[in-house]
């Protein structure tokens, strides 16, 4: 059964009480009325055990430890996975963010953040709460062989599990381009969805391999990246990749684009 957006079990991660009710204000306005707040993470941590929520909605700076670290604590635990989580920060370091986006977080809002941007992150959401409503409809599509490649164990884990929600799941990893390159040496796939910023030889660099010296030059490529620079995703572009997917990863936005390269 659909979860809807006044179903939703929300928890407030968030040391200002002030903040709280004006994020709790924002999802009461949305009809979206479960909704608990804790200061720390590891009143979080504690209050997950007795029942986990849909969403956790959370500050970056908390007294105990950071945001980012809240949500790698559980994504490390097997069982706090399908936890959507919504870092709200006024964070900007694009490497403070880049290990929040690399875990799987479903957005970032920024602090203030504007009622649509919180309307659209609560949609992601759901999207991932409700695989069935993006899951590739077509028969074709079962056996798809896709080529994860991205050096974030973390990373791999969370698009892995938004491919499954496709019914996308015969799926090899690698860490870098270059274990790729020995992979797609032995390996044909379907479909290459890699993230940019790689040790070694990054996504570029692959895309420019897979284009130039692979034998399979025409499969297509999704490059899957928090990059905003323009001059190296032209770059990018340039190299023959099929198209380019930010982070975070959303299942609709991938949906379409998996089915229009397949198609």
């Known amino acids: 059964m659909d979860i809807n957006l006044n179903d939703l079990a929300v928890l407030i991660v968030e040391p200002s009480g002030t903040q709280q009710r004006i994020i709790e204000r924002e999802l009461n306005s949305l009809n979206i009325d479960k909704v608990d ?18 969403l956790i909605l959370s500050a970056y700076y908390l007294s105990d430890m950071t945001g980012s670290e809240l ?10 996975q399908a936890i959507c989580f ?59 062989r896709i080529l994860l490649v991205d050096d974030s164990k973390l990373a791999r884990k969370h698009i892995k599990r938004t491919l499954a929600s496709m019914g996308l ?47 399979q030059s025409s499969v297509p490529i999704l490059m899957v990246t928090s990059e905003h620079d323009s001059s190296r995703l032209a770059a990018v572009q340039q190299a023959g990749v099929s198209a380019i997917c930010d982070k975070p990863f959303e299942p609709e936005n991938v949906r379409q684009l998996i089915a229009q390269m397949i198609n």
Do not use: W
């Not at 949500?71 to 706090?80: F, K, M, S, W």
């Not at 379907?190 to 660099?205: A, F, Q, S, V």
């Open 71 to 80: 949500l790698h604590t559980l994504r490390e635990g097997e069982t706090n």
């Open 169 to 215: 799941e015969n799926v090899t990893e690698a860490e870098d381009g270059r274990e790729a390159v020995g992979i797609l040496d032995n390996t044909l796939f379907d479909l290459i969805i890699t993230d940019y910023n790689m040790p070694e030889m990054d996504g570029r660099e692959l895309s420019a391999y897979i284009r130039e010296q692979s034998s």
């Open 37 to 54: 707040c804790v200061t720390t993470a590891q009143e979080a941590l504690d209050y997950i055990k007795s029942g986990a929520p849909d």
């Open 86 to 144: 919504v870092l709200v920060s006024s964070v900007t370091d694009i490497r403070q963010l880049d290990a929040v986006r690399q875990a799987g977080v479903v957005a970032i809002l920024p602090k203030p953040f504007a009622a649509n941007d919180l309307e659209l992150a609560l949609r992601t959401t759901l999207s991932h709460l409700n695989p069935e409503d993006v899951e590739l409809n077509s028969n074709d599509l079962d056996d798809l």
